[in-house]
C-alpha cells in the first residue's frame, strides 16, 4: 500500500519564477495538507484541501495556492519565488484515524 | 510567536539510557499533543499523542508526561536505541482533536550513540 507520494523530490528554481509541487495521498485518505520546513525550522502549515476546496489556510501570502482534484490528489502552486522561499515541502494526507506525511519535495530558490 | 517551543536543538545520550525530549506552549487552550519523529529524507512519522484529559501515555519504550498547569509536556525513551537517532517534533492541532493543522516546534535533534 503506497503511501504519500511527492513529486519531484527536489526541485531548483530561480527568484521570480513559478513552481508547482505535486501530492498524492494515501489510498483512503481524502484530505491533503501542505505544511513548509524551513531549515532548522518545524513544519508550517500552508493550507488544506477536503472535497476539492480550500479549508484551512495559515499565515502565508498568496503567492501560495493549491488545488484538490477528483481522485483526492493535490498541488502546491508557488508564484514570484522568493530565496526564502528554499524549504522542504511536506504533504500529508488523513482518514479520520490516519495522518500521514510523504517524504517531501526539496526546493531551492537561487 | 511561537505557541509550542522545543528549547533544546540537540540531546545526546547513551545507548540503553533514557532519553528525555522537553516541549512548552504558550496557550492554554491546546487540548491534544502529538510527538513525531523525522529521519533524513523521509517524513515526519507518528510516535505518539496524549490528550489533555490524562498526564501520561505509555506505547512501549515511549512515554509522554504531560504538565498542563506547567504548560509542558515531555517524552521519554527508554531504553534508548541508537535506531532512535532522529529529530523529534512536538505538534499541537490549535483546533482541538483536527489534525488537519498542527502547529510544530522547531523539533530536538536526538543522537543515541552505542
Known amino acids: 500500500d503506497a503511501g504519500v507520494t511527492q513529486s519531484p523530490t527536489h526541485l531548483i528554481k530561480t527568484r521570480g519564477q513559478q513552481v508547482t509541487l505535486r501530492c498524492s495521498p494515501k489510498?483512503?485518505?481524502?484530505?491533503v495538507s501542505w505544511y513548509q520546513q524551513a531549515l532548522g525550522q518545524g513544519p508550517q502549515f500552508i493550507f488544506q484541501?477536503?472535497?476539492?476546496?480550500?479549508?484551512q489556510r495559515g499565515n502565508f501570502p498568496d503567492r501560495f495556492s493549491g488545488h484538490q482534484f477528483p481522485n483526492y490528489s493535490s498541488e502546491l502552486n508557488v508564484n514570484a519565488l522568493l530565496l526564502g522561499d528554499s524549504a522542504l515541502y511536506l504533504c500529508?494526507?488523513?482518514?479520520?484515524?490516519?495522518?500521514?506525511f510523504g517524504s517531501g519535495t526539496r526546493l531551492t530558490v537561487v | 510567536d511561537q505557541q509550542v517551543k522545543q528549547n533544546s536543538p540537540s540531546l545526546s545520550v547513551q545507548e540503553g539510557r533514557i532519553s528525555i525530549l522537553n516541549c512548552d506552549y504558550t496557550?492554554?487552550?491546546?487540548?491534544?499533543f502529538l510527538w513525531y519523529k523525522k529521519y533524513p529524507a523521509e517524513g515526519p512519522t507518528f510516535l505518539i499523542s496524549?490528550?489533555?484529559?490524562?498526564d501520561k501515555n505509555e506505547d512501549g519504550r515511549f512515554t509522554v508526561f504531560l504538565n498542563k498547569s506547567a504548560k509542558h509536556l515531555s517524552l521519554h525513551i527508554v531504553p534508548s536505541q541508537p535506531g532512535d537517532s532522529a529529530v523529534y517534533f512536538c505538534?499541537?492541532?490549535?483546533?482541538?482533536?483536527?489534525?488537519?493543522?498542527?502547529?510544530f516546534g522547531k523539533g530536538t535533534k536526538l543522537s543515541v550513540k552505542p
Open positions: 500529508a494526507s488523513r482518514s479520520t484515524a490516519d495522518y500521514t
Open positions: 489510498s483512503g485518505h481524502d484530505t
Open positions: 484541501y477536503y472535497e476539492e476546496e480550500e479549508r
Open positions: 496557550n492554554s487552550m491546546f487540548d491534544y
Open positions: 496524549i490528550s489533555s484529559i490524562k
Open positions: 505538534a499541537a492541532p490549535p483546533y482541538g482533536g483536527s489534525q488537519g493543522n498542527l502547529i
